[in-house]
């Protein structure tokens, strides 16, 4: 359905610190980085078919937040999702909400890590157990 997820930064090389060290818990590697036409930077992050990427705002105005957005992370395992947690936190991440573990959800149990970025975006790690 998504063919990527784009969001902005404030500090580029902080951005690249923190998700370089975060997706790559995941198993993606470093960024490849791009300048625009227009001038801004961006950094692109591929991994199992999907792309996720960081760019400055390309109208120049200042990154910000979007209210009630969360971008979900899928991780192999519930140590998988707390390595993501923990190496947010250690790279400039904020935890945010309940600690990561075990969750009910309408679908049935899952495991749970939310974090901000250093630019505030929210993240979220997912582990759904197979039945």
Do not use: W
């Not at 991780?75 to 947010?88: G, K, Y």
Request: aromatic share 6%; glycine share 10%.
């Amino acid at each position: 359905m998504f063919s990527h997820v784009m969001l902005g930064t404030n500090d580029i090389e902080r951005s690249k610190r923190f998700y370089d060290a975060v997706l790559g818990v995941l198993g993606a590697g470093p960024a490849t980085p791009n300048t625009a036409k227009t001038g801004h930077r961006r950094l692109f992050y591929r991994h199992a078919g999907s792309m996720f990427c960081i760019s400055e705002p390309i109208d120049g105005q200042p990154s910000s937040v979007a209210n009630g957005a969360t971008i979900g992370f899928a991780c192999d395992s519930p140590e998988q999702l707390q390595r993501f947690h923990d190496v947010a936190v250690a790279h400039g991440g904020t935890s945010i909400e309940d600690p990561p573990g075990p969750r009910e959800s309408p679908l049935g149990p899952i495991h749970l890590a939310y974090v901000r970025d250093p630019d505030g975006h929210k993240l979220c790690a997912l582990h759904r157990p197979r039945a």
